[in-house]
């Protein structure tokens, strides 16, 4: 793993650690499958442990939450005011990221 930039969490989490997310981000509902699926296909190559933190964070909500957040129904704040964390906050936009059309 690469450790510049270790003490921020902006290192790359390697192959292993990225593995290991994948099979915590299997959900229940097929909803939330497709948004994590499409997550990984667009962010797993850039991934840092501090956006694996916050995946981690949000793997440990509900199906049903976690959906809520995805679809806007409801908010971090609404969950759980502890849920409101950059790291957090920022791999729920990255969830949220519409695909890329292609032409």
């Known amino acids: 793993m690469d ?3 270790m003490e921020t969490g902006d290192a790359l ?3 292993r650690v990225l593995s290991k997310l994948k099979w915590r981000c299997r ?10 699926e499409r997550f990984f296909k667009r962010f ?8 694996a933190q916050g995946l981690n964070v949000l793997m440990d909500l509900s199906d049903s939450d ?8 409801k908010t971090l704040a609404q ?7 950059d790291e957090v906050c920022e791999v729920l936009s990255m ?3 519409p695909p890329e059309r292609s032409l």
């Open 3 to 5: 450790t510049t930039g």
């Open 13 to 15: 989490i390697d192959e």
């Open 27 to 36: 959900r229940g509902l097929l909803e939330n499958d497709i948004f994590i």
């Open 44 to 51: 797993e190559s850039t991934l840092t442990v501090k956006q």
């Open 66 to 73: 976690l959906l809520d957040l995805h679809l806007g129904r």
């Open 79 to 85: 969950l759980d005011a502890n849920l409101v964390q």
């Open 95 to 97: 969830l949220k990221k």
